[in-house]
Nanobody
Framework: VQLQASGGGLVQAGGSLRLSCAAS????????MGWYRQAPGKQLELVAL???????NYADSVKGRFTISRDNAKNTVYLQMNSLKPEDTAVYYC??????????????WGQGTLVTVSS
């Protein structure tokens, strides 16, 4: 199973970006999918999480600005980021709890995509 993230880049404060993360491989089912981020010198933090049924949770710092969604048919999770702030600058990682046929759910991570917000 592989997770391929894309969509990062450089944007001015107040701008928007949309991240995508597609899972591929011998996937039977994907449970929770999420986005995490790690800013320079800081610990990894959860940004947003979405269940297979579509229920979403967000970090307080992004509520009202970011929206997580998923397309179960495409095994893809998205993160729409609006009203970006310089403090959103970080490497963003996607994560998925993947069930491969005959196995228990396993945590997979994407390779990370850099988001830089200039002031």
């Amino acid at each position: 199973v592989q997770l391929q993230a894309s969509g990062g880049g450089l944007v001015q404060a107040g701008g928007s970006l949309r991240l995508s993360c597609a899972a591929s491989g011998s996937i039977f089912r994907i449970d929770n999918m999420g986005w995490y981020r790690q800013a320079p010198g800081k610990q990894l933090e959860l940004v947003a999480l979405i269940t297979s049924g579509g229920s979403a949770n967000y970090a307080d710092s992004v509520k009202g600005r970011f929206t997580i969604s998923r397309d179960n048919a495409k095994n893809t999770v998205y993160l729409q980021m609006n009203s970006l702030k310089p403090e959103d600058t970080a490497v963003y990682y996607c994560n998925a709890d993947v069930v491969v046929v005959g196995l228990v759910p396993t945590d997979y991570w994407g390779q990370g995509t850099l988001v830089t917000v200039s002031s």
